[in-house]
């Protein structure tokens, strides 16, 4: 199975600007754990996640007050929507993080998450009989 089979192709897309507090709430809103960062006086494309929201705000950080672009990882791993899911499943256990931003001719095309690879190698759940 491909990573374009599993990833989910609705990217929230930010900017460097937002504030935390409305990453989280447009995440929520979403139910997204992470958001493609589009920043072009960074480099280009970075991530945000969950962890990142929980870690500023766990130092005591105001979450009105932080800026996305302080909290965005910029040195990001990416996958191709050609990868298998091994490979992202390697990718990310080797890197220590649970989602990749899926470039497909430089573009973001998907973000597919350890929950997305999981859905896919586990069997369905199954209704218990009343």
């Known amino acids: ?7 989910s192709t609705m990217v929230l897309t930010l900017g ?3 504030t935390l507090r ?7 809103a979403r139910r997204v754990g992470a ?20 870690n500023s705000v766990g130092l005591g ?3 009105d007050a932080e800026l996305i672009h302080a909290h965005t990882t910029t040195d990001v ?6 990868w298998t899911l ?4 390697r990718a990310m256990a080797h890197g220590g993080f649970r989602h990749l931003v899926v470039l497909d001719r430089g573009e973001p095309a998907g973000i597919v998450s350890v929950r997305d690879i999981i859905r896919c190698w586990a069997p369905a759940r199954q209704q218990v009989p009343a």
């Open 1 to 7: 199975m491909l990573v374009r089979d599993a990833m």
């Open 16 to 18: 460097p600007n937002h």
């Open 22 to 28: 409305q990453a989280a709430a447009l995440m929520s």
């Open 35 to 54: 958001a493609v960062i589009l920043d072009p006086d960074a480099g280009g494309i970075g991530i945000i996640t969950e962890r990142d929201i929980l």
């Open 61 to 63: 950080q105001s979450p």
């Open 77 to 82: 791993v990416f996958a191709t929507p050609t």
């Open 86 to 89: 091994e490979e992202a499943a």
